[in-house]
């Protein structure tokens, strides 16, 4: 696709529920992130792969948190029993290889644990 | 810790008028500094990226402008406009580690009043 894309856009979920959220990047990216914004907050990083290299979860907040990235295109975002603060939009970035290059934004996935 | 801080929090300004937004940062080295727009409820979209040798460089009526000695860049917007309501951030990219993992502002949100 033209973009990187992210579904669902919207997700709302009982509390202690898993949830997915998918990542399409943008055709031949190697890099991709995964950020978590909260209502009026910056973006905070949970997860990077680039290419085959393990990717740097340093980012992720909990072990009921994981990502997947299969082939080195699409991507998951796992929450395992969501809770409240898991409340956020998570959005989906992807890079070509070259550092220096655009990263490009998903509009994002909306979620609401309630 | 490498940061990343923005001010003012907020602004409002007249539509036509100039407005400059700040940003200091402690990443250090750093590959790259970026300039984002957010509208409310889309992903970031790039306006402008420098390494660390330039300092300055435009997208149409954004200027950025870096002063890698002292860890500072600046974004003027000339001649504002109502589209131009919106969060802007500050992202800087480190150098080495390898992860090239960008560090995020908390944005300066923006209100362009008619």
């Known amino acids: 696709g033209a973009g990187v894309s992210q579904s669902p856009s919207n997700k709302v979920t009982e509390k202690g529920k898993d949830v997915e959220l998918r990542c399409d990047p943008i055709?031949?990216?190697?890099?991709l992130y995964w950020y978590r914004q909260s209502l009026g907050q910056g973006l905070e990083f949970l997860i990077y792969?680039?290419?085959?290299?393990?990717?740097?979860k340093s980012g992720l907040p909990s072990d009921r948190f994981s990502a997947e990235r299969t082939g080195g295109s699409v991507s998951t975002l796992t929450i395992q029993r969501t809770q409240q603060e898991d409340s956020a939009v998570y959005l989906c970035?992807?890079?070509?290889?070259?550092?220096?290059?655009?990263?490009?934004f998903g509009e994002g996935s909306w979620l609401t644990v309630v | 810790k490498n940061q990343v801080e923005q001010s003012p929090q907020s602004l409002i300004i007249l539509e036509g008028k100039n407005c400059t937004l700040q940003c200091n940062y402690t990443v250090s080295p750093f590959s790259n500094l970026r300039w984002y727009k957010q509208d409310t409820g889309r992903g970031p979209v790039s306006l402008t990226i420098m390494t660390f040798s330039e300092n300055t460089k435009s997208n149409g009526r954004y200027t950025a402008t870096l002063d890698a000695d002292t860890k500072q860049s600046s974004l003027h917007i000339t001649a504002s406009q109502l589209s131009d309501s919106a969060s802007y951030i500050c992202v800087v990219v480190p150098l080495g580690g390898g992860s090239y993992i960008p560090t995020f502002g908390r944005g300066t949100s923006l209100i362009v009043h008619p």
């Open positions: 970035a992807s890079r070509d290889t070259f550092p220096g290059n655009t990263i490009y």
């Open positions: 792969f680039q290419g085959n290299s393990a990717p740097d």
């Open positions: 055709s031949g990216h190697t890099a």
